[in-house]
């Protein structure tokens, strides 16, 4: 997967001019305790969309989602709030139109996005985050946080911290896997997606699935925020790539 | 709605209460406060900064303790027409819950279960919030959680709604009902439509073995089989730091996070939900957790002894 | 407290990245320094916060911001701008500036504008113009005069030529004094070129082919190196593209 990743990689540099980066993020094998979790190879591209003033395209695994920002824009009266910015978030699945489930992740993304943007900096304007799935081979929740954050950064909008997306599963053995794939989703006995926030590393946003013992959600929350370092590190590699042309 | 006005009144002897106070304190009100017409003003006007008046005082503007729920009020089978109903109050809230039970064949990919379908609805009439139109995001949110929970704590094995594998299920239709929002719906949503399982009797289904019809013996019902327990506890961030257990709605709308834990008797969690705001520690979700045994105990407690004493004949 | 951010001047920074100054007890009684925060860094309490992903660049002699590559434009003081005419209401015009909100632009703010003697603008002519009010609380306007009342370059402009949008971050290395960019098409050919600070642009040449040139080699150059833009400008000039 690596391989043909790169290479696609390449094709699309030449399409945008864009700065492409894929990382790979998994190497240490197996999640207990003290070993440091892993996760599927991750890929981020920022600013891939011309229209949007903010976008990105966040890939875990086969998992992927693009994600683009307008705002601060106009807003409608109605929905003006005379100290801070209005914020929506819209979620298009792969097919079809948005269900429940989408609406009930849309407030989840939102009320994560909402606590770590400085939206009193842009009152009475509309900031609006637009999540399409790409493809979706599980922790899909998680992929749409990591790109929400990786947009709304490209975008500019000044933030107090930054978030990263986790989901973890519990399999049959009681193991915890992080980041797991469809099939893993499936199998699992109770699957957790947390946003971790980067300056204390506490959680932001929990969702989950299934039922678990308190010792298990303490165990996938330690995970998750050892993962989360990793991803924030990727956030920053990626960003550095970004900007090394116009270093 | 005839019915279930009667039927409310009728049964009205029958509701319990639980709740952690047993009288109602005097509150030690900061002086500047004592001028009732002055304390409405700055509520209204600074509404944030009258909250945080109180908090300082480790109480709220109801005269609770932060740990402290609502009386809770439960009553069941309020509507006849219904197999299984429950109204609930916790405070000014209200919900109402009415199981219904349909036929259907089984969905194709398992032949051997049967469909729970539940639906919150936030009528106009509740609260001055909400608009008359299709579902807003606040109810679609609620009726996702509470499928959600369904799911994850298993109360109710849907193998058990199954009639005739392949061909003959039970629809359970749950319609949860908001008739005065004060904050705190989901808790409200999960002890009514708990209640409602639990008081739902479904009538005897056989299949004709000559014309393959099903027949339906309404003389004969049985309750469901209810597996597991889940109740919830809902919480706020105020300011940031301060956390408050059964917001009401004013509360919530001045919050900057809210969490909702959902236990069962066995003491695992059947859903941590904090969708967004203020992050927390691990130390705290563990203090939310363990205020959310308590609380199963208690609702638990109140379930039982309703039904018990809709059970013994007057 | 400098040196704090020295050590970081040129790295790429994230929000939520925070400078904090613990001072040591023995130099307390030394000079406070100061230090001017610019874009993308805020104060809170007593450390400084990155709310923008970027650079830090920093000027002398204790000025740091933030540089980063945005696309939407958020009105500033002193600014100027390419806007747009939307509409005309009684004294003033409303303007497009690409903000969240229409500026306002007074018809007294151009030169030698009286009551009597009303400016010729239209709807849908370009103006550039410089921001006199620009804070988020209030609606932003616009100025075609200096604070002698002069032009100064300023007011409506824009007859046959192009107008188009690059990032912010292109303008401002484009308005940059002895920019390179800017250095690097001047030797091209002839033309004229209004920069926004905005992200609008604004081209006119001898013929429109040249205007287009002019157009793409700007819009192309946003994520080339120097080298790499040296060589595009070199292979255009020959003519080989």
Known sequence: MPSSLSAQNKNKRRQFPATVFWFSLGIVMEVCGSSSPTLREFGCEQNLLSRPDGSSSFVQGDTSVLAGVYGPAEVKVSKEIYDRATLEVVMQPKVGLPTVRERAREQCVRETCKASLLSTLHPRSSLTLVLQVVHDDGSLLSCFLN????????????????????????????????????????????????????????????????????????????????????????????????????? | MKHLLINLVSRGTEMNFVGFRSDVRTLDEPTWLTKNTMAAGFKTAEPLEYHRSFLKENCRPDGRELGEFRTTTLNIGSISTADGSALVKIGNTTVMCGIKGELANPPVDAPNKGYIVPNVDLPPLCSSRFRPGPPGERAQAASQFIADVIESSAVIQKEDLCIVKGKLCWVLYCDIMCLDFDGNLLDACLIALLAALKNARLPEVTVNKETEAPEVNLESRRSLNIHKHPVGASFIVFDDSIMIVDPTAEEESLSTATITVVTDEEERLCALHKPGGTSLSGEKLQNCISRATTRHKEVRKLIDKVIQSAKTPK | ?????????????????????????????????????????????????????????HKQ??????????????????????????????????????????????????????????????????????????????????????????????????????????????????????????????KMFPFEIVVGMNGRVWVKSKTIQQTLIVANLLESCENMTAQQRQTLFRRVADGSI
């Not at chain 3, 806007?83 to 306002?104: H, L, N, R, Y």
């Open chain 1, 147 to 247: 790109s929400a954050c990786m947009a709304l950064m490209d975008a500019g909008l000044p933030m107090s911290c930054l978030f990263a997306g986790v989901t973890c599963a519990i399999d049959t053995d009681g193991q915890v896997i992080t980041d797991p794939n469809a099939a893993q989703e499936k199998e699992s006995r109770a699957l957790m997606t947390f946003a971790i926030d980067s300056t204390e590393r506490r959680v932001m946003m929990s969702s989950t699935r299934g039922s678990f013992t308190v010792h298990e959600l303490q165990q996938c929350i330690a995970v998750s925020q050892k993962a989360s370092d990793k991803i924030f590190q990727f956030y920053r590699d990626s960003v550095r790539r970004r900007y090394s042309k116009t270093l």
């Open chain 3, 61 to 186: 002699p204790n000025l740091y911001w933030i540089d980063s590559q945005q696309r939407r434009y958020v009105p500033g003081k002193g600014e100027s701008v390419i806007g747009i005419i939307t509409a005309k209401s009684g004294d003033i015009f409303k303007v497009d500036v690409g903000g969240s909100e229409q500026a306002s632009l007074s018809y007294l703010a151009f030169e030698g504008a009286t009551k009597r003697n009303r400016p010729n603008v239209q709807v849908g002519d370009l103006v550039y113009s410089q921001f006199i009010i620009a804070n988020k609380d209030m609606e932003p306007e616009l100025v075609c005069i200096d604070s002698c009342g002069r032009a100064n370059g300023m007011g409506v402009f824009g007859a046959g030529g192009l107008l188009f949008k690059v990032s912010l971050g292109l303008v401002r290395r484009l308005l940059a004094p002895q920019s390179e960019i800017a250095k690097d098409l001047e």
């Open chain 3, 1 to 57: 407290m400098q040196a704090c951010f020295k050590d970081k001047v040129g790295d790429v920074l994230l929000p939520g990245d925070v400078f904090s100054f613990q001072m040591p007890e023995s130099i307390t009684d030394s000079k406070p320094e100061k230090v001017v925060c610019g874009p993308g860094l805020r104060r809170n309490g007593d450390e400084v916060l990155v709310c923008k992903s970027g650079i830090l660049r």
